[in-house]
């Protein structure tokens, strides 16, 4: 059995971590999809798809059986919801289930005929990809909310200098 999941992972953290851990303890394989990848360098989405893929695949080494696989696969927005379940199939190994919490995924496949299966929240109030990013850019402790190859690839970027350095305004 091969399941979906998509994030747009700015970046990928614990609270992910832990619906994936779930997933992989349910099916076989996994695939990921990278949303909007097209986007990188803004507060809101700091990071390249393909550094969002390396954050992805080094973290799932640690939740995945080594016979377990996961394919990575980087999805740019469409701007037309009624389109987007045909752009992601198109793009992406054929999978059986897909698994999210968000209202609108969640609709979109279920028109589409998917099975779709229902993700718990973890630690949302941390675990939450905008309260990382203002803990970045105001200084605060964030390392302890992703998974410890999460932040050897931000280190490698020099991620959060960049964050920081697009955060402030004209002068
Ligand atoms: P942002 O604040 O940038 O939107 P985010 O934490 O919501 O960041 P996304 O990449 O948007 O991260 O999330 C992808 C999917 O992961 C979403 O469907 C979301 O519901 C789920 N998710 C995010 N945080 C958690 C969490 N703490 N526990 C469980 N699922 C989560
Ligand atoms: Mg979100």
């Known amino acids: 059995m091969r399941a979906f999941f998509i994030g747009r992972f700015q970046p990928y953290h614990l609270g992910h971590h832990e619906v994936l851990r779930e997933i992989f303890s349910e099916v ?36 995945k059986n080594p016979g377990q696989k996961v394919y990575i696969v980087p999805l740019e927005d469409v701007y037309r919801n009624s389109l987007w379940v045909s752009h992601v199939v198109s793009m992406t190994p054929y ?8 209202p609108l995924v969640i609709r979109l496949f279920r028109e589409a005929g998917f ?4 993700t718990r929240m973890f630690n949302r109030m941390e675990y939450h990809g905008t309260e990382i990013r ?20 931000i280190e490698e970027i020099d991620g959060v ?11």
Not at 33 to 62: C, K, L, W, Y
Not at 95 to 102: P, R
């Open 95 to 102: 999978f059986d289930v897909i698994y999210s919490n968000n």
């Open 28 to 63: 076989d394989e996994v695939v990921i999809g990278i949303g909007s990848a097209q986007e990188s360098h803004t507060v809101e989405n700091p990071f390249t798809a393909g550094e969002r893929i390396m954050m992805v695949d080094r973290a799932v080494g640690e939740i």
């Open 115 to 118: 099975e779709v299966r229902r």
């Open 134 to 153: 203002r803990r970045m850019i105001s200084g605060e402790r964030w390392e302890d909310l992703v998974p410890e190859p999460v932040v050897d690839v």
């Open 161 to 171: 200098r960049r964050i920081r350095e697009i955060a402030n305004t004209d002068f």
